[in-house]
């Protein structure tokens, strides 16, 4: 079983009641359950945190045994040299996703402090951008196997 961590960060506990004309209508917890349905060969953990340094602890305690970390810092992404930091200390790769397409908002949000430390960047696709995340993960696999 591939082991996957999804971290959303500050405000992504509201989605559903957040500005869902951007974020949408549904729940995380709503999104999380169908996706584990449909990848049953993954086993995906979930984590939220408001707080910036939960987030890097959340980071270095799965950074060194898990396949892959799918990251929404949320506004943190714009701000945090720290969660650079974090994303650079550890093994396990880590995508940077954004629900919106961030670079068609407000020019505070055109930035990514993570971005360079990503192995790659996801944006705009709604909550499907968690989901392409995945498939980044186990697409890779995918042709090797074919090797
Ligand atoms: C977000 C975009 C960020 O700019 C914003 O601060 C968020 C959510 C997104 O998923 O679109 O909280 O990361």
């Known amino acids: 079983m591939k082991k996957i961590q999804i971290i959303n960060g500050p405000n992504l506990n509201l989605l559903g009641k957040r500005e869902p004309a951007v974020y949408g209508s549904a729940t995380f917890e709503s999104y999380l359950e169908k996706l584990r349905k449909a990848y049953p060969d993954c086993e995906i953990s979930y984590y939220q945190s408001n707080i910036e340094g939960e ?39 880590v995508i940077e996703v954004h629900i919106s397409n961030v670079h068609a908002r407000e020019s505070f949000r055109h930035h990514s402090m ?16 968690y989901r392409l995340a995945l498939e980044a993960f186990i697409a890779s696999d995918k042709l090797d196997n074919l090797a």
């Open 55 to 93: 987030l890097i602890n959340k980071i270095h305690e799965v950074g060194f045994n898990y396949a892959g970390i799918i990251l929404n810092a949320g506004a943190y992404t714009h701000t945090s040299i720290a969660l650079h930091d974090a994303i650079k200390s550890v093994e396990t790769p």
């Open 114 to 129: 993570l971005s360079a430390a990503c192995k790659g960047v996801i944006v705009g696709f709604g909550m499907d951008s």
